[in-house]
């Protein structure tokens, strides 16, 4: 009795027995393969609607003419209109950047909110007139005599930021997957395909690689499609080198 009661402490105080790794890493192994599926379709809602939408609207508000003089002016019009509106009040904090402008119907009282504090709106101040362009309903842009500035409404060429965030999504569901698989074929040994450190490293250079060449791109202004391509790369070598040196014993778990 003395010994199954021993035998039974320590098999509760150590490590856990064959059939519960086994189901843990069934468990584990299901659970990534759901969370590739979702981040699967995040990348694809990313590239096959957000970004086009993106581009049209750039495309369309870059082509937009300067609305004709009306008595009445609707609220929307896909037109550029320019109305003069009054300071009413501002806010320029770290995380809340806006401005409440008073104007002519249809706008007696607008917020327009902003990605940056210069080089207008830290400037305002109340009862300042300021004029802004109005675009579909939204201002775009506000101007006084010394510059302009764009709204956060203002439509913009950057689709490498989506093309970045469609990337990592893309990268996630792929390494989620790749992982899961393995781990459901072959539960209780799935090699090297663990979170340390194989799995780690990936989803560090992947999130690493889409940041920065996300933001390289979007401050040079090279096309989009070199930053699936490029980050694709990064991590298809990181895997490819950090594989083989865990093959050959280089690097340690």
């Not at 957000?50 to 003089?69: G, K, N, S």
């Not at 790749?178 to 450190?197: K, N």
Request: hydrophobic share 45%; net charge positive; with cysteine.
């Amino acid at each position: 009795m003395t010994t199954t009661r021993i035998g039974a402490v320590q098999g509760a105080d150590g490590p856990p027995p064959p059939a519960a790794k086994v189901g843990r890493s069934l468990l584990v192994g299901a659970v990534l393969v759901v969370s590739s599926l979702a981040a699967a379709l995040i990348c694809h809602f990313l590239f096959s609607t957000v970004l086009p939408d993106q581009r049209t609207r750039y495309r369309e508000y870059q082509a937009a003419d300067t609305c004709p003089a009306r008595t009445e002016i609707p609220r929307w019009e896909d037109c550029l209109r320019k109305v003069a509106f009054t300071v009413e009040s501002t806010r320029n904090a770290a995380k809340d950047k806006k401005a409440t402008l008073l104007g002519p119907e249809p706008f007696p009282r607008t917020t327009v909110y902003f990605g940056n504090g210069g080089p207008v709106l830290s400037e305002l101040q109340r009862g300042d007139r300021v004029t802004g362009t109005v675009w579909r309903g939204v201002v775009v842009v506000i101007a006084d005599r010394d510059g302009r500035q764009n709204s956060s409404d203002a439509p913009r060429d950057e689709l490498q930021a989506t093309a970045a965030a469609g990337t990592l999504a893309g990268l996630l569901a792929a390494l989620g997957l790749t992982f899961g698989a393995v781990r459901l074929a072959r539960p209780r040994d799935p090699g090297p395909f663990t979170w340390r450190p194989f799995g780690k490293w990936l989803l560090i250079v992947s999130a690493a690689a889409c940041v920065v060449v996300g933001l390289i791109t979007v401050w040079t202004g090279l096309p989009w499609p070199l930053v699936p391509a490029v980050c694709g790369t990064v991590v298809a070598g990181t895997a490819y080198f950090l594989h083989r040196d865990l093959r050959l014993g280089r690097v340690g778990p």
